[in-house]
């Protein structure tokens, strides 16, 4: 019923920037709370910012003042703009959103894309 697809990963030497855009389509009535995620191989999946309908934020600690979580309500898009990027920033990066679901009341459901990839090195 509802897809999130992100984009805009990719290599990028360290000190660099990157935009990450998640876009959500389907049968949205609404989405609450967004937030991405990333997984580096062999470490657990890690939250990284988070942003709510009316767009407070949280950052994890490790990119505190680095990276900066935005909503464009209009288009169901989420981005994560990541500035000052880390070799130690390289993972999946994935998206998820609560969404209410057009005809459904009562409950929100938890959506996650399929990841992209950011490689930080040089």
């Known amino acids: 019923q509802v897809q999130l697809v992100e984009s805009g990963g990719g290599l990028v030497q360290p000190g660099g920037s990157l935009r990450l855009s998640c876009a959500a389509s389907?049968?949205?009535?609404?989405?609450?709370?967004m937030a991405w995620y990333r997984q580096a191989p062999g470490k657990q999946r890690e939250l990284v910012a988070t942003?709510?309908?009316?767009?407070?934020?949280t950052y994890a600690d490790s990119v505190k003042g680095r990276f900066t979580i935005s909503r464009d309500v209009a288009k169901n898009t989420g981005y994560l703009q990541m500035n000052a990027l880390k070799p130690e920033d390289t993972a999946v990066y994935l998206c998820?959103?609560?969404?209410?679901?057009?005809?459904?009341?009562?409950?929100?459901?938890?959506?996650w894309g399929q990841g992209t990839q950011v490689t930080v090195s040089s």
């Open positions: 998820k959103a609560d969404v209410f679901i057009i005809g459904v009341y009562g409950r929100q459901y938890e959506y």
């Open positions: 942003i709510t309908s009316s767009g407070r934020t």
């Open positions: 389907g049968s949205i009535r609404s989405i609450n709370n």
